[in-house]
């Protein structure tokens, strides 16, 4: 699979063929309908577009001509808090993951805008079949054969020359009780940081996804507990919030000797920084326009 995507054509995302691929002379079971629908909620062919017209383009400036296509911007505080570019020195920048992917493009690029392409994401290695994003990649994937490499991919990219980006909770968002948070981040940034002395600078992304998507992600948590039916959702989710302006705040760095303190383990560390994450300036804005935005779409 990792390699589907190393050309760029005008059908680069073909429905299809990866229904031909996955499933061999089954896929001629697959009703038209249900193709259809498929094409439709991945928005095949407007991907198919963008991947087209920024064939050319990787790293930031991919990322760059995504927002655009996606006329999305980002509005900026806590600028003074971006460590120096020129201090010669590594850190680990970790973010709420509110909406599942437009808060990943749109952290890329504020991260490229300040550092250029001396970053790297941790990310599932689906998003490596986009060739201009996967120069920004290091490729994680908890299950099937990949499974065991996952820690010394980690390793490798804690011990790169790279920033690195990570998203902790893994997953996106989830509203539990009518506020819209992270999953429990896990402990592998906290870990990383203090065994690579990194720093470790908090980022609020202000955003949420469709009322529809919080009540299917719950009902796939509880009920289809082996499936990420809402993942099928996501680039669906992200053209809903075309036209967007997002608010990212940028936290001041917390020094990697901090989580030395035994007081808290690794993991209670990192439910520390997310904390942090959720009380930047921000942060209790958004959470009260996300409650609005519930009753208002009448959830």
Same mark, same amino acid.
């Given at each position: 699979?990792?390699?589907?995507?190393?050309?760029?054509?005008?059908?680069?995302?073909?429905?299809?063929?990866?229904?031909?691929d %996955?499933? *061999?002379? %089954?896929?001629?079971?697959?009703? *038209?309908?249900?193709?259809?629908?498929?094409? &439709?909620?991945?928005?095949?062919?407007?991907?198919?577009?963008?991947?087209?017209?920024?064939?050319?383009?990787? /790293?930031?400036?991919?990322?760059?001509a995504?927002?655009?296509?996606?006329?999305?911007?980002?509005e @900026?505080?806590?600028?003074? !808090?971006?460590?120096?570019?020129?201090?010669?020195? @590594?850190?680990?920048?970790?973010?709420? #993951?509110?909406?599942?992917?437009?808060? *990943?493009?749109?952290?890329?690029?504020v991260? /490229?805008?300040?550092?250029g392409?001396?970053?790297?994401?941790?990310?599932?290695?689906?998003?490596? +079949?986009?060739?201009?994003?996967?120069?920004?990649?290091?490729?994680?994937?908890?299950?099937?054969?990949?499974?065991?490499?996952?820690?010394?991919?980690?390793?490798? /990219?804690?011990?790169?020359?790279?920033?690195?980006?990570?998203?902790?909770?893994?997953?996106c968002? &989830?509203?539990?009780?009518?506020?819209?948070?992270?999953?429990?981040?896990?402990?592998?940034?906290?870990t990383?940081?203090?065994?690579? #002395?990194?720093?470790?600078v908090?980022? #609020?992304?202000?955003?949420r +996804?469709? !009322?529809?998507?919080?009540?299917?992600?719950?009902?796939?948590?509880?009920?289809?507990?082996?499936? +990420?039916?809402?993942?099928?959702f @996501?680039?669906?989710?992200?053209?809903? !919030?075309?036209?967007?302006?997002?608010?990212?705040?940028?936290?001041?760095?917390?020094?990697?000797?901090?989580f030395?303190?035994?007081?808290?383990?690794?993991?209670?560390?990192?439910?520390?920084?997310?904390?942090?994450?959720?009380?930047s300036?921000?942060?209790?804005?958004?959470?009260?326009?996300?409650?609005?935005?519930? &009753?208002?779409?009448?959830?």
């Amino acid at each position: 699979m990792a390699d589907c995507m190393e050309t760029i054509t005008e059908k680069t995302i073909d429905i299809k063929k990866v229904l031909r691929d %996955k499933m *061999g002379k %089954k896929a001629r079971w697959v009703p *038209g309908f249900a193709t259809s629908w498929l094409r &439709r909620i991945i928005h095949e062919d407007q991907c198919n577009q963008f991947l087209w017209d920024a064939r050319d383009l990787k /790293g930031t400036a991919w990322l760059e001509a995504c927002l655009q296509f996606l006329d999305t911007k980002v509005e @900026l505080t806590g600028e003074e !808090n971006f460590p120096a570019k020129d201090d010669g020195r @590594l850190y680990t920048f970790v973010s709420n #993951h509110p909406m599942g992917g437009i808060d *990943g493009v749109a952290l890329g690029t504020v991260i /490229g805008r300040q550092y250029g392409d001396n970053f790297r994401y941790l990310v599932n290695d689906l998003l490596m +079949n986009l060739p201009g994003l996967a120069p920004l990649c290091i490729p994680i994937n908890k299950t099937g054969g990949q499974s065991r490499q996952f820690p010394a991919m980690v390793e490798a /990219g804690f011990k790169s020359n790279y920033h690195m980006l990570m998203f902790p909770a893994g997953l996106c968002s &989830r509203r539990r009780d009518g506020e819209i948070r992270d999953l429990p981040w896990k402990k592998t940034f906290i870990t990383k940081s203090v065994e690579t #002395h990194r720093d470790v600078v908090p980022i #609020h992304f202000g955003g949420r +996804n469709s !009322n529809f998507f919080y009540r299917l992600s719950n009902f796939s948590d509880r009920y289809i507990k082996k499936v +990420n039916v809402a993942m099928l959702f @996501l680039v669906d989710e992200m053209y809903k !919030n075309t036209g967007n302006t997002f608010p990212v705040h940028i936290g001041k760095p917390i020094p990697w000797q901090t989580f030395t303190d035994k007081s808290k383990t690794p993991a209670e560390w990192a439910e520390y920084v997310k904390e942090q994450v959720y009380l930047s300036p921000l942060s209790s804005s958004q959470s009260k326009a996300s409650s609005a935005g519930a &009753r208002g779409e009448g959830a």
